[in-house]
């Protein structure tokens, strides 16, 4: 009786963790972003397979650990709240003010020209901003930098395609962007991407709060972890960052279950 006790003992345990064993390799499976907002239009995006994309990197202190020679730098433009010293001595590839590609692993960036202001001047390189289009595995981040136009242009809107998530700019006076125009809106009204991460917007309640009306609210800690299946219905607008929580909780911004 105690050995087949005995063998009925291990026989649940091993099931245990083979059922143990399928759940983790499920979670493995699973395509999950990590991606860190920092202050200003600082952004870290983590790809599956561990690439980090660093983006308009003005405090390298708020990084999740040191950069290395393996990691990607994307600066926008050449506004002091978007680069730092760091961006001269950063170590891997780099995108600086300029169009361009890069492939590495999991992740494929294309940088795009656009204007800073209303007037449509693009160059190639050293132009006034820069919109960076992320793609890893089938989801497609767009990071606006500065963006100042009216509208987007229809050559932006051909390459950008269907973008998942918009990480962009409300109102900023030196883009002559603000809640009486809405030009930030307007832009995101021409995109409609299924994600928003509000930059530059950490004490404008006007702004934030007619953002919470027409998209559905969400505020979380850094980071958050992004997978496909979070884009369904209503497109959501998204605070992140622990500085951002007042501002979240006036606009009653949700909390974000991880």
């Not at 962009?168 to 991407?193: C, H, R, S, V, W």
Request: aromatic share 10%; with cysteine; net charge negative.
């Amino acid at each position: 009786m105690k050995k087949l006790f005995k063998i009925g003992v291990v026989v649940l345990i091993a099931g245990s963790l083979i059922g143990a064993c399928t759940q983790m390799k499920i979670v493995r499976k699973k395509d999950v972003i990590t991606l860190y907002h920092e202050i200003y239009a600082q952004v870290e995006i983590i790809s599956p397979r561990g690439v980090r994309v660093l983006i308009d990197v003005h405090d390298p202190s708020l990084l999740s650990k040191p950069a290395t020679k393996q990691d990607i730098l994307l600066t926008t433009h050449g506004h002091w709240d978007h680069t730092s010293e760091f961006t001269d001595l950063f170590p891997g590839q780099a995108l600086k003010v300029e169009i361009g590609e890069i492939e590495k692993d999991d992740v494929y960036i294309r940088g795009i020209a656009s204007s800073h202001g209303d007037v449509l001047s693009f160059k190639d390189k050293g132009g006034s901003n820069y919109i960076f289009l992320i793609k890893i595995g089938d989801i497609r981040i767009a990071h606006f930098g500065d963006i100042g136009q009216e509208k987007l242009t229809e050559e932006q809107l051909k390459i950008l395609g269907e973008v998942d998530i918009a990480i962009t700019q409300f109102a900023n006076p030196y883009a002559d962007m603000d809640i009486e125009n809405k030009k930030g809106f307007n832009l995101m009204a021409q995109l409609t991407p299924k994600m928003i991460i509000p930059i530059h917007i950490h004490i404008d309640i006007p702004t934030a709060k007619y953002g919470a009306e027409i998209w559905d609210a969400y505020y979380t800690d850094n980071p958050v972890y992004i997978t496909k299946d979070m884009f369904g219905g209503k497109t959501k607008f998204f605070f992140i960052d622990e500085r951002m929580r007042p501002l979240a909780e006036s606009c009653k911004a949700r909390e974000w279950n991880k």
